[in-house]
């Protein structure tokens, strides 16, 4: 079945200018691009964004690092998007990251590790909202 999922390219992807890279791969793993834009968020956007993690040790530095630059959002469509992505995507940790991986090719640490994709339909739906409307996204 169709799904969308939300793909983030965070700001130590773009900063380095690896955005079309990146999207490069995506592409050629069949996910397609229904909805994309630039942006750089605010501390508070990005704490709403990640307030799932709000009690993680890691919450306050993984909001500075995400609106410290600009990012690139776009939403992915494919049967069975969630799972496809985040396999391309690789671990969250580059170290443990497969080879052929978003991860393993492009992220510097386990903080800047240049992509984020939803890790359930039920919150891609939930993500997707908080950066596109409906007249955003084709198809
Ligand atoms: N993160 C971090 N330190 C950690 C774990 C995670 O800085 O020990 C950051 C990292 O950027 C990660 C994000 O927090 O992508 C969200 O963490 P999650 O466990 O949801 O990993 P993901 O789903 O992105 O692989």
Redesign the pocket.
């Known amino acids: 079945m169709a799904e969308r999922t939300l793909c983030i390219i965070k700001p130590d992807a773009v900063e380095r200018n690896l955005t079309g890279a990146v999207l490069k791969m995506v592409q050629e793993s069949g996910l397609k691009v229904v909805g994309i834009k630039m942006l750089q968020m605010s501390e508070q956007q990005a704490g709403g964004f990640y307030a799932v993690?709000k009690a993680r040790p890691?919450f306050e530095?993984?909001c500075r690092f995400m609106c410290s630059g600009p990012i690139v959002v776009a939403v992915l469509e494919a049967d069975n998007a969630v799972k496809r992505y985040r396999d391309l995507m690789g671990a969250?940790n580059p170290a443990n990251a497969a080879e052929g991986t978003i991860r393993k090719a492009y992220a510097q640490n386990?903080?800047r590790?240049s992509v984020?994709g939803s890790?359930s339909l039920e919150n891609a739906a939930i993500e997707i909202a908080y950066f596109f409307s409906n007249l955003e996204l084709v198809g």
């Open positions: 993690h890691f530095d993984l969250t386990i903080e590790n984020h890790d």
